[in-house]
């Protein structure tokens, strides 16, 4: 038990942050006090909260990336139940992006391009997804929707990948 130096009420010590810096190993204030004065401190001065997660973010980057990267990998199934879980309950947004890539596909799509061409590079996908039972994906070699370079939707721009590849390529053309 733990007296709280703000509102002083006599409280369990895991109510209490960890501090290493003092004698009990917990900070002063209990964490409920803690939130509090933060959430007066941010509303007092909400660029300089933005700032400081704007920094945090540029220093630990890397590591954050690594570190997500780690978790999808030892929990896979996790992962896909809970990006299954989000396309269900935002289902909304699922099919607004659908329908903005289906967009930028046909702006990105020029009359001269040859159609049937088209249609067979995605055919040959299809097929050799049968065949082989790991999923194949037609790709754009330059993206539609790039950084810095956007493509054509035209059949010089395709290949077919498998859905893993494709998948951890993402928009990028190097």
């Known amino acids: 038990m733990k007296s709280c130096s703000k509102c002083k009420?006599?409280?369990?010590?895991?109510?209490?942050?960890?501090?290493?810096?003092?004698?009990t190993g917990c900070q002063s204030r209990c964490k409920v006090c803690m939130a509090?004065?933060?959430?007066?401190?941010?509303?007092?001065?909400?660029?300089?909260?933005r700032k400081l997660v704007a920094e945090s973010v540029k220093r630990h980057y890397e590591k954050k990336l690594a570190s997500n990267q780690q978790y999808r990998q030892n929990n896979s199934e996790k992962v896909k139940l809970?990006?299954?879980?989000?396309?269900?309950i935002n289902r909304v947004r699922v099919l607004v992006d659908c329908a903005f890539r289906r967009a930028k596909k046909i702006q990105r799509t020029p009359h001269w391009a040859n159609?049937?061409?088209?249609?067979e590079y995605y055919e040959t996908a299809q097929g050799l997804s049968m065949m082989t039972g790991e999923w194949h994906h037609v790709d754009h070699i330059v993206p539609l929707l790039g950084k810095n370079v956007?493509?054509?939707?035209?059949e010089h721009n395709l290949q077919v990948i498998t859905a893993k590849k494709n998948l951890k390529k993402g928009n990028v053309y190097d």
């Open 82 to 88: 809970w990006k299954q879980k989000d396309r269900e």
């Open 36 to 49: 509090t004065h933060r959430r007066i401190k941010h509303l007092e001065n909400p660029e300089h909260y």
């Open 115 to 119: 159609k049937q061409h088209i249609h």
């Open 150 to 154: 956007c493509g054509l939707h035209v």
């Open 9 to 23: 009420l006599l409280k369990q010590l895991s109510e209490f942050s960890p501090d290493k810096r003092t004698a």
